[in-house]
């Protein structure tokens, strides 16, 4: 059983920040891939950023030069730091996981609960 909790939404105004972090509990070998994803009512799951086990990092274009993706390995947490915002921003943000177990060995995906990012004057 692993449990991804997600904190750090909120209200803010266009050009502002915010700091999403996602950290996961339970049963954890190993984590691999972090992501953030985000998503507005009607429309698909969108990928924002991403790093990989050896810490490369993917962004989408969209965000580019604005947020940036982190993570403390030990602590089993990664952030996302959100810079410059603006309306079209505005989603629900996931994190997700791809996490090692062991007894039995798996490999599977773990989405967090989702935290609301709002920006409007």
């Known amino acids: 059983q692993v449990q991804l909790v997600e904190s750090g939404g909120g209200l803010v105004q266009p050009g502002g920040s915010l700091r999403l972090s996602c950290a996961a509990s339970g049963s954890i070998f190993s984590i691999d891939t972090m992501g953030w994803y985000r998503q507005t009512p009607g429309k698909q799951r969108e990928l924002v950023s991403e790093?990989?086990?050896?810490?490369?990092?993917n962004l989408a274009d969209s965000v580019k030069g604005r947020f940036t993706i982190s993570r403390d390995i030990a602590k089993n947490t990664v952030y996302l730091q959100m810079n410059s915002l603006k309306p079209e921003d505005t989603a629900v943000y996931y994190c997700r996981f791809v996490v090692v177990t062991r007894r039995p060995v798996t490999v599977s995906a773990y989405w967090g609960q989702g935290t609301q990012v709002t920006v409007s004057s």
């Open positions: 790093i990989t086990s050896i810490g490369s990092t």
